[in-house]
């Protein structure tokens, strides 16, 4: 259910510029982005807020989010016409926010790719004949896995699968910006995937399992003003996205945004 401008919430928000993301600004991450076309076009941001987070109310937490002063003026969004980062500005009217699950502790999560021979021992990806799935070009076992669903090999990952939090980083590094060039072994899109995934989630080790689990509730977030979708983009793409982790207990949230475009390129 969409949340509309009319909700009322007592959600109050505040930008937290101190916290930082090592795992967008480490060296060998910004070079594989600029590698992969994204560089200059993903960020995440925090913000903190104030009241106790129930997942059954995000509607109203997300419209209070967009429509709270701190956020229209410090939420950065790339601009569709200028191609430069601008705050959110516009009067959101309405809010899509779909749950996404987020239960994954271990890369081993992706180790089937070996095991299925879509990469090999050696951590090359295979390759196999050049095809399209609009836009992408598909040239290799792992993108036609992530792409085609009619695939021979699709169902390695199953619906629910796919839906994972890490699976969704991890797919959209893949598939990158408009001119991207696409890695020949695994080992890269793990590392970034692992290290952007640890910096935004949260999680504890509960103390009579000794269990550790994840805290950090997520959302796939999508806002409309007036005129339509205005955030992530003015234009639906599958590489343009709004991922909003919420961690209830340090009342925390994880903005980690992309817009599909040309990234920054190496000079």
């Not at 959110?88 to 021979?117: H, N, W």
């Not at 290799?140 to 699968?161: A, Q």
């Not at 343009?240 to 945004?257: E, G």
Request: proline share 3%.
């Amino acid at each position: 259910m969409a949340a509309h401008a009319g909700d009322k919430s007592n959600f109050t928000f505040r930008f937290l510029p101190q916290r930082t993301f090592q795992s967008l600004s480490s060296s060998d991450t910004v070079q594989r982005l600029r590698k992969w076309s994204m560089q200059g076009r993903l960020c995440a941001q925090a913000f903190g807020f104030d009241e106790n987070f129930q997942a059954y109310c995000k509607d109203d937490f997300f419209m209070a989010f967009f429509r709270d002063p701190n956020v229209i003026s410090d939420l950065k969004l790339l601009s569709d016409s200028s191609g430069r980062w601008i705050n959110l500005g516009a009067e959101v009217k309405k809010v899509e926010a779909i749950s996404i699950p987020c239960t994954q502790i271990s890369m081993s999560f992706f180790d089937r790719l070996y095991s299925e021979e879509i990469v090999r021992e050696n951590g090359h990806i295979v390759k196999c004949l050049d095809n399209f799935c609009d836009p992408f070009l598909i040239s290799d076992e792992l993108r036609k896995v992530l792409l085609i669903d009619d695939s021979e090999k699709y169902e390695v990952f199953s619906p629910l699968d796919r839906q994972e939090f890490l699976f969704c980083i991890f797919k959209h590094l893949c598939l990158g910006g408009l001119l991207c060039q696409y890695e020949d072994i695994l080992d890269p899109y793990l590392e970034t995937t692992k290290t952007i995934y640890k910096d935004l989630v949260s999680v504890i080790k509960e103390p009579q399992t000794k269990n550790i689990c994840v805290t950090s509730v997520v959302f796939k977030v999508t806002a409309y003003d007036e005129n339509g979708m205005c955030y992530p983009s003015t234009k639906s793409h599958e590489q343009s996205f709004a991922y909003m982790v919420v961690d209830p207990l340090k009342r925390h949230v994880n903005v980690l945004y992309h817009c599909f475009g040309v990234g920054e390129l190496s000079f």
